[in-house]
């Protein structure tokens, strides 16, 4: 049973930067990819960035694209959103989630940590 714990978060002016991390626990941790999503109030959840856990490769979302950066650890099975210029809009839960094999949805969801950027 794989668990995720997102930290990180916190409150912060328009045109900082936060790093979030996502730590994985288990008997033994795998993944086909890792990805970061956010949900904000009244909106449903959506795609920030994803990172293939083999290879290193990424994907992001348009919203975020040159201010975000996703990067892992698989030594420490961690992953990192590194968040610059952040703007009032990124305002939300960001959640990390496991996508476990190429066909299958993210899941393993963590609790989530709050990111909230003032203006």
């Known amino acids: 049973q794989v668990q995720l714990v997102e930290s990180g978060g916190g409150l912060v002016q328009a045109g900082g930067s936060l790093r979030l991390a996502c730590a994985a626990s288990?008997?033994?941790?795998?993944?086909?990819?890792m990805g970061w999503f956010r949900q904000a109030p009244g909106k449903e959840r959506e795609f920030v960035a994803r990172i293939r856990w083999s290879t290193g490769s990424t994907d992001y979302a348009d919203s975020v694209k040159g201010r975000f950066t996703i990067s892992r650890d698989n030594a420490e099975n961690t992953v990192y959103l590194q968040m610059n210029s952040l703007k009032p809009e990124d305002t939300a839960v960001y959640y990390c989630?496991?996508?476990?094999?190429?066909?299958?949805?993210?899941?393993?969801w963590g609790q989530g940590t709050q990111v909230t950027v003032s203006s």
């Open positions: 288990g008997r033994t941790f795998s993944a086909y990819a």
């Open positions: 989630g496991r996508k476990h094999t190429s066909f299958s949805s993210y899941g393993s």
